[in-house]
């Protein structure tokens, strides 16, 4: 198939600076939608994660923004650090109950 | 409180041959998920368990893969033959009910030559 996976969509940012991970999705019936990250030879690892209820929710140096009328979430880290280097994953589950994952995106956190 | 457990991390297999993948979920979550991830990509599901019964496989190419979770406890996803598309990470995760937060394992790398 399409090595769609190897070009993954990249954020570079400078230790210490905020970081902004955009991400579309494409069920308006979904209602629950959740960030992960994945660091090399891990599983995902759960970020934050938010209803359709809602339209901001924030966590230690997290905030998730979802904006339905465009079907747009967004992930803001803030004063990055080299740690947040992974690859980001937003998901949403339509119904409650299948996970559809995004491409991802890769953040590298320059010191 | 342990985590989802997979084993093994690594399987290197040639082409033909079986496979097998163990998973042992958090202890208490009736939900059980085994994905399929290739790389750079996003995991896209291949069976959900809901304790014993598998209440969608509706992704899992049935002529070469099965599953089972015999007690709704662990669970066993086999492939057999493998083939070389086959080459993936096999990810477990669990959940205390269907549609709360997923909780993954480290997932086994299936390399098939």
């Known amino acids: 198939g399409e090595s769609v996976g190897l070009h993954l969509p990249t954020l570079s940012v400078q230790e210490g600076d905020n970081s902004i991970i955009n991400c579309a999705y494409s069920n308006s019936a979904s209602d629950y939608f959740i960030w992960y990250k994945q660091e090399s030879g891990k599983g995902p690892q759960f970020i934050i994660d938010i209803r359709s209820n809602m339209d901001k929710r924030q966590g230690q140096r997290v905030t998730v923004l979802l904006n339905k009328t465009v079907k747009h979430l967004s992930l803001q880290i803030a004063a990055t650090q080299p740690g947040d280097s992974a690859v980001y994953f937003c998901a949403e589950k339509p119904g409650g109950f299948k996970t559809i994952f995004g491409a991802g995106t890769r953040l590298f956190v320059k010191a | 409180e342990a985590g989802v457990v997979q084993s093994p991390r690594y399987k290197i297999i040639e082409k033909k041959q079986p496979v097998a993948f163990w998973c042992n979920p958090i202890?208490?979550?009736?939900?059980l998920y085994w994905y399929l991830q290739n790389l750079g990509q996003g995991p896209e599901l291949l069976i959900r368990y809901e304790n014993e019964e598998a209440v969608d496989d509706s992704q899992l190419p049935k002529d070469r893969f099965s599953a089972e979770r015999l007690k709704g406890v662990d669970s066993t996803l086999k492939i057999q033959p493998a083939e070389l598309g086959d080459s993936a990470v096999y990810l477990c995760a669990s959940s205390l009910s269907p549609s709360g937060r997923e909780f993954f394992g480290p997932g086994t790398r299936l390399t098939v030559l």
């Open positions: 202890s208490g979550h009736n939900t």
